[in-house]
């Protein structure tokens, strides 16, 4: 069994693959999945190069390394199993996906339509057949310092939680961690958290920004205050 490479208070965090790590899991502990996984299109994470749309201003950044695994087809079936599943990036692999809810992350302010790639993003959640929207007052301003290519705010991550209905006391799996921000709006949500991510450097930011979160004091199991 291989042990976390960071615990505290409900949290384990795992650096490496998933195939690797998840043999060490419980998996009947893990009440959801909630994740935004690679979507095999290969993205160029250099976003400098583009003008940004009416505004003719590129808003990019040029980031130094491309997201692990995204040069490969997706397969979201290793995940459907779970009792609740939010998996973002749904367009990109929707033939491989069951019959459920649509969640739209509306990210731009109707003034900044088509200024700058997409103006939402979509997200598949196991169970139903609804579509719901989030918008945050604060707009792309709402992610804040952006660490990661790809990085949402821990708003929507909330939400996501709360739509997913993870019991009070649940464990939130994200097998795609990233920079954290599932982990932190678990921390906020009250739910304990299991992260794995592959990318050393980004792993090393998930810590930093989910033990922040954790020296606050959040207690797992109360109310959300979302």
């Known amino acids: ?5 960071y615990e505290r208070d409900g949290v384990r965090l795992y650096c490496g693959r998933n195939e690797d790590v998840l043999p060490s899991l419980n998996i009947a502990e893990i009440d959801a999945v909630i994740s935004d996984p690679p979507y095999g299109m290969d993205w160029d994470t250099d976003t400098t190069r583009f003008s940004g749309g009416e505004q003719g201003v ?5 980031w130094e390394t491309r997201i692990a695994s995204d040069d490969e087809p997706f397969d979201p079936s290793p995940w459907l199993a779970f009792p609740r599943v939010v998996l973002f990036g749904c367009n990109h ?4 996906l069951p019959v459920g809810t649509t969640l739209v992350w509306i990210k731009r302010n109707d003034a900044a339509f088509g200024t700058f790639l997409s103006d939402a993003e979509l997200a598949w959640m196991s169970g139903g057949y609804g579509v719901y929207c989030f918008r945050d007052a604060g707009g792309n301003a709402a992610v804040g310092e952006k660490v990661h290519p790809t990085q949402k705010p821990v708003a929507l991550m909330r939400w996501c939680i709360g739509k997913a209905k993870v019991p009070t006391w649940g464990t939130i799996l994200d097998p795609y961690m990233g920079s954290g921000t599932t982990g932190v709006a678990a921390v906020r949500e009250g739910r304990r958290f299991i992260g794995i991510e592959v990318d050393e450097r980004y792993f090393n ?6 033990d ?3 020296a606050q004091g959040k207690l797992f ?3 959300s205050d979302a």
């Not at 069994?1 to 490479?5: I, L, S």
């Not at 590129?58 to 040029?62: N, Q």
């Not at 692999?93 to 491989?96: E, G, L, N, Y």
């Open 1 to 5: 069994m291989r042990a976390p490479d």
């Open 58 to 62: 590129s808003r990019g950044k040029e």
């Open 93 to 96: 692999f929707a033939a491989r």
């Open 205 to 210: 930011v998930a810590v930093r920004r989910i």
């Open 212 to 214: 922040a979160e954790l």
């Open 221 to 223: 199991g109360t109310a």
